[in-house]
């Protein structure tokens, strides 16, 4: 069961890599687009919407391959690659945590931090069971969901302490 890590490359703090996947360039100062790079294919994720929490991802030639559409208020949504439907679901309670299921079967566990130099960790079981974009995929959403929670945190405990 290979674990692998999104890991910011040394000299170029935008530039995000998986090992033995492929890449993350994140756009702009907020990170709200990457362009995605594997196998000598490119993607784009961008995140779309009023509230910006729905993503979408378009291949080179500008067509839609996949879109992530989150649950109401809860955590987690639905993953749609090319023909198929996937979950994107909580697997724990107190983490950004994430199992990415066809079905019943988890493909791969998503373990997501927000910022940083290690922002995702995915454990994947049978790597042939997942295409490379569609991780890069999966790995730029919970990175965001990551980045939203910490977010959403750090206003709660600004609030809290301001008494506002």
């Not at 995605?36 to 910006?52: P, Q, V």
């Not at 929490?53 to 955590?75: I, K, Q, T």
């Given at each position: 069961?290979?674990?692998?890590?999104?890991?910011?490359?040394?000299?170029?703090?935008?530039?995000?890599?998986?090992?033995?996947?492929?890449?993350?360039?994140?756009?702009?100062?907020?990170?709200?687009?990457?362009?995605?790079?594997?196998?000598?294919?490119?993607?784009?994720?961008?995140?779309?919407?009023?509230?910006?929490?729905?993503?979408?991802?378009?291949?080179?030639?500008?067509?839609?391959?996949?879109?992530?559409?989150?649950?109401?208020?809860?955590?987690?949504?639905?993953?749609?690659?090319?023909?198929?439907?996937?979950a994107l679901r909580p697997a724990g309670s107190w983490r950004e945590r994430y199992a990415l299921a066809d079905r019943d079967r988890e493909i791969a566990v998503l373990d997501g931090k927000g910022w940083g130099r290690r922002p995702v960790k995915v454990i994947v079981d049978d790597p042939d069971a997942v295409e490379p974009e569609l991780l890069l995929f999966a790995a730029f959403v919970v990175r965001g969901l990551a980045a939203d929670a910490q977010g959403a945190a750090g206003a709660g405990a600004s609030a809290a302490a301001t008494g506002g």
């Open positions: 069961m290979p674990e692998l890590e999104l890991t910011r490359t040394p000299g170029d703090r935008r530039v995000y890599t998986l090992d033995g996947v492929g890449t993350l360039r994140l756009e702009g100062p907020f990170s709200r687009a990457a362009l995605a790079e594997a196998d000598g294919a490119s993607w784009r994720f961008a995140r779309t919407g009023f509230w910006r929490r729905s993503v979408l991802a378009v291949d080179g030639a500008g067509a839609p391959v996949g879109r992530f559409e989150p649950r109401g208020l809860r955590r987690g949504g639905t993953v749609r690659w090319l023909d198929r439907e996937l």
